[in-house]
């Protein structure tokens, strides 16, 4: 494995399609970095979800997965599974949130990803952060779209153990789907784990990335 260290984080962007979405695909990378940088910002932006009890439960959930962090965090209304239709106001508040940030780095959806609330939120990240480091999450899904990543954070542990236990405890609306368990979330782990010399790992995907190997 080839490792290529990034400069000092100072800002990051999380986003997802719903609640629950950024903490499934990058949980376990949201708190290593949190943890290893007290005070980081993280601007964080959920299309769906406003107003209800999915909301409270990702406002709980993000500030357990960001410790010490200046999380700030948006959760719009926009209808679950409805994306395409509501593309205008999609596009609205990815761009809003381009205007406040400069990110060293963006977690958000995979471009190919079979959701179409994920895939559509994936292609505007792409455009709306044109000029930065995009890494697209995997959430594991009835439809068996996991491809093979091309990027790895590996994750301690303690860290993956975490990361499954703030799932159950701050998502309990999500503990009636049939994959929604511990042995689905820590068994992509291991795998990715497997695929990148380590123990647990998330996977991502990198659409394009720009190298300064020079001094």
Request: with cysteine.
């Amino acid at each position: 494995m080839i490792g290529l260290g990034a400069k000092r984080l100072d800002r990051i962007v999380a986003v997802g399609a719903h609640c629950d979405d950024i903490a499934i695909g990058a949980g376990g990378t949201l708190l290593t970095l949190c943890q290893a940088r007290p005070g980081i910002r993280v601007d964080a932006l959920v299309l769906s979800g406003g107003g209800s009890e999915r909301e409270q439960e990702e406002q709980a959930a993000l500030a357990a997965f960001c410790p010490d962090a200046d999380l700030r965090l948006t959760v719009h209304k926009l209808p679950d599974g409805r994306m395409p239709g509501h593309w205008d106001e999609a596009k609205a508040a990815v761009e809003e949130l381009r205007l406040r940030t400069e990110p060293d780095l963006v977690l958000a959806p995979r471009t190919d990803d079979a959701h179409q609330d994920h895939r559509g939120l994936a292609k505007l990240m792409t455009t709306a952060f044109r000029d930065h480091l995009v890494l697209g999450y995997e959430i594991v899904k009835w439809d068996g779209d996991l491809g093979r990543p091309s990027a790895y954070q590996p994750l301690s542990p303690e860290t993956a153990e975490l990361k499954v236990r703030l799932l159950q405890e701050h998502y309990p609306s999500q503990q009636h789907r049939p994959w929604y368990d511990r042995e689905a979330f820590l068994g992509l782990a291991r795998i990715r784990g497997i695929e990148s010399n380590a123990r647990y790992a998330e996977a991502f995907a990198v659409t394009k990335l720009t190298l300064d190997l020079g001094e």
